[in-house]
Nanobody
């Protein structure tokens, strides 16, 4: 059974960089052909896909967030990390990590609330 767990600060100040880590157990993040995504849900809104890092290590980001987003991984810890720079209150959301074998998402983390506020 694959499990994903998000971790990171729940409060970030405007203009700072949001950093979250997803720790994966029960499966390797390098296994063909899985993609490891970050997805968020702002209050009162729908899900927004942020980007992914693939089993190969390649990355792809939402065009609307690409200039501020970086996703990396630590294969020795079976973790992948989201960094979102220059945050504003509009980046307040519940952030999820998830696994997909396109087009389907099969495992999700429980989500972590991140609030951007001074």
């Amino acid at each position: 059974q694959v499990q994903l767990q998000e971790s990171g600060p729940g409060l970030v100040k405007p203009s700072q960089t949001l950093s979250l880590t997803c720790t994966v157990s029960g499966g390797s993040i390098t296994t063909n052909y899985y993609y490891w995504s970050w997805i968020r849900q702002p209050p009162g809104k729908g899900l927004e896909w942020i980007g992914y890092i693939a089993y190969s290590g390649s990355t792809y980001y939402s065009p609307s967030l690409k200039s501020r987003t970086s996703i990396s991984r630590d294969t020795s810890k079976n973790q992948f990390t989201l960094q979102l720079s220059s945050v504003t209150p509009e980046d307040t959301a519940v952030y999820y990590c998830a696994r997909s074998e396109p087009p389907e998402y099969d495992y999700w983390g429980q989500g972590t609330q991140v609030t951007v506020s001074s």
